[in-house]
Nanobody, 115 residues
Framework: VQLVESGGGLVQPGGSLRLSCAAS????????VNWYRQAPGKERELVLT????????NYLGSVKGRFTASRDNAKNTAYLQMNSLTPEDTGVYYC?????????WGQGTQVTVSS
């Protein structure tokens, strides 16, 4: 099983990024996909979840209205669209695929918001 994140980078405040999480080796459509982030010096926190059917839940109030999770099961890929980025959004972003006790993580992608 492999989850590969991409799309991170350096962006100015107010900018946008779209992260991708490409999955292989699992029945992707059966898994919920969770997006986490870890800011420097802080614990990893849950940002958004996306069920196997594509229903999303926001767990972080600070990203409400700015971040959107989605998925394309035909492409075995999940997405995190991030708009109106602020320096507080800086961190390593991880995707996680979970189904009961099956739990897989990507390697993370760095997002840096700075002018």
């Amino acid at each position: 099983v492999q989850l590969v994140e991409s799309g991170g980078g350096l962006v100015q405040p107010g900018g946008s990024l779209r992260l991708s999480c490409a999955a292989s080796g699992l029945t992707f459509s059966s898994y919920a996909v969770n997006w986490y982030r870890q800011a420097p010096g802080k614990e990893r926190e849950l940002v958004l979840t996306c069920t196997s059917a594509g229903l999303t839940t926001n767990y972080l109030g600070s990203v409400k209205g700015r971040f959107t999770a989605s998925r394309d099961n035909a492409k075995n890929t999940a997405y995190l669209q991030m708009n109106s980025l602020t320096p507080e959004d800086t961190g390593v972003y991880y995707c996680n695929a979970r189904l009961t006790y099956y739990d897989y993580w990507g390697q993370g992608t760095q997002v840096t918001v700075s002018s």
